[in-house]
């Protein structure tokens, strides 16, 4: 991992390429990020840089945060994250990491948590198909059906596909291209979906390989 990157999905719109032809993209605001703490192999045992993104009021910020943004003598931030760059020396406390951290066509790996859609059936979290809807099946057209193997092991094994939580979990979309960055405005135009709500807080890395 060389880059990376805190940001906000502000929305999807669409953008015309120089051909005219319309490509869709998601518009995230990326940073302005702090780095607040910087990991090295002589006190943590690995190399990594610790960045905070979005403002927060002092009142909200608990006394153990508040020591450790102080000690990098860092303004308050939100949202935490760290990240294990390439080349952790170059990168001091302070320095701020903005939209031009990356480039016009670099593959990025976007994360952030998916929307919740609460507890689901079988249906729409794993995609199974319905009973017949006459000849007596009955008002269960929905339901998952027959569940149990046999006396042995006359339980439900770890795994089976159950109705439950469906969503607001960890989800990463790789290998997407950056196709416009605004450095004035620190907004940067992904060709594609990214996971989660509008206003939803997203890490971006470099990607290893593109596509």
Same mark, same amino acid.
């Given at each position: 991992? &060389? ?36 990991? =090295? /192999? ?12 979005? %403002?927060?009021?002092?009142? /909200?910020?608990?006394? @153990?945060?508040?020591? *450790?943004? %102080? ?5 308050? !931030? ?16 302070? %320095? ?26 079988? #249906? ?5 198909? &319905? *009973? ?16 149990? +193997? ?5 339980? #439900?094994?770890?795994?089976? !596909? ?9 989800? =990463? ?7 416009? #960055?605004?450095?004035?405005? /620190? ?5 594609? +979906? ?9 890490? #971006? ?5 593109? @596509?």
């Amino acid at each position: 991992m &060389k880059k990376a990157i805190i940001g906000k999905k502000i929305g999807m719109t669409q953008i015309f390429d120089e051909a005219g032809k319309v490509i869709p993209v998601t518009v995230v605001e990326a940073g302005p990020c702090v780095v607040v703490q910087k990991k =090295t /192999n002589e006190n943590d045992g690995y190399e990594s840089v610790q960045l905070g993104f979005g %403002d927060i009021k002092v009142k /909200n910020v608990s006394k @153990a945060l508040k020591g *450790h943004f %102080d000690k990098a003598d860092a303004a308050y !931030k939100r949202t935490l994250r760290e990240f294990r760059l390439e080349d952790c020396t170059s990168v001091n406390v302070g %320095d701020i990491f903005k939209a031009d951290t990356f480039a016009v066509g670099d593959f990025v790996d976007v994360s952030g948590t998916s929307k919740g859609k609460g507890f689901q059936g079988t #249906i729409k979290r794993f995609n199974f198909g &319905k *009973h017949h809807a006459s000849h007596g099946a009955g008002p269960v057209h929905r339901h998952a059906g027959s569940l149990g +193997a046999a006396s042995t092991p006359a339980r #439900i094994l770890k795994g089976k !596909k159950l109705p439950g939580q469906m969503g607001a979990e960890k989800v =990463t979309v790789q290998n997407l291209e950056i196709v416009k #960055i605004d450095v004035e405005n /620190n907004l940067i135009a992904l060709r594609g +979906a990214i996971p989660g709500p509008k206003g939803g807080v997203v890490s #971006i890395v470099n990607s290893v390989k593109k @596509a």
